[in-house]
């Protein structure tokens, strides 16, 4: 699968703040936020569901991947979605080992997996 998906009981904004507390503890910051729901219907579009975009970034991760391979810029920031299905949130990222295997290259997907599982943690810690 080329993602990491899990549910929680927390409304939108909550789980959008657990998370980001939970970003802290890993030296990971929110660049962006961005409201899906909002920009549409600022837009003129009927779009209810509560959905938010974070890019997420850690510095230090960020310089050894792109020092590593340039490429990987490609895929940088991270990126978090937290989103309602129908009455449940849902927190969930596509995994960085999926997007890097694009790249095939051995010394970047060990830098990936790693960003990962310190991701994962950071959602799972949040729910």
Known sequence: MF??????NERVEDAVNNLENSL????????????IKDKLQEKGLDF???YRV??????EE???VITEN??????LPCKIVVYDDDGTTK????????LINMINDDAVH?????????LITCIDRSV
């Open 70 to 75: 340039q490429m990987t810029g490609y895929f």
């Open 48 to 50: 209810k569901k509560e």
């Open 54 to 59: 974070l890019e997420v970034c850690n510095p």
């Open 91 to 98: 927190i969930g990222m596509p995994k960085p080992t999926a």
């Open 24 to 35: 802290k503890e890993e030296q990971f910051g929110v660049l962006w936020s961005f409201d």
């Open 3 to 8: 993602d990491y998906t899990v549910s929680t």
């Open 110 to 118: 060990a830098l990936a997996k790693d960003i990962e599982e310190r």
């Open 62 to 64: 960020a310089q050894r």
